[in-house]
């Protein structure tokens, strides 16, 4: 079971879905009330939180990477490869600065969508 299932499982099991046989009180707002709720978890959750996360990140990671990809082939043909670490000679160049700059960003990107990743599993598997 994925920690997504897990997640739908327990919203489920919090919503007493096991209970659907009971038609009294609370279980009777649950039962009538209980295939929006259901169609919530099973259908709808998922694309919220994503899109939540991807609001929040606001990076679009591919984009970046196509970016410092094509400069950093510049770079290399214009510094050579072994000087892409010599911050030193990068600093005195436009394009060495606008390598250093798009590196980082891309490196932050990088983080900023793994950690992203890993909330959202964090968040499946501590309910």
Not at 5 to 24: C, H, V
Not at 39 to 48: C, S
Not at 67 to 84: P, Q, S, V, Y
């Amino acid at each position: 079971m994925t920690e997504k299932e897990k997640f739908k499982f327990k919203l489920k099991e919090i919503f007493q879905f096991p209970y659907e046989d009971l038609d009294f009180g609370i279980y009777k707002v649950y039962k009538y009330k209980r295939h929006f709720v259901e169609d919530f978890i099973e259908n709808k959750i998922d694309e919220i939180i994503e899109k939540q996360f991807k609001e929040l990140s606001s990076i679009n990671l591919k984009e970046i990477e196509e970016e410092f990809e094509e400069i950093k082939k510049e770079a290399e043909k214009n510094f050579g490869k072994d000087n892409l670490n010599n911050i030193e000679l990068l600093k005195n160049f436009p394009l060495g600065r606008k390598y250093l700059e798009l590196k980082e960003k891309y490196e932050k990107a990088k983080k900023e969508s793994k950690l992203s990743q890993e909330t959202i599993n964090n968040i499946y598997s501590h309910l």
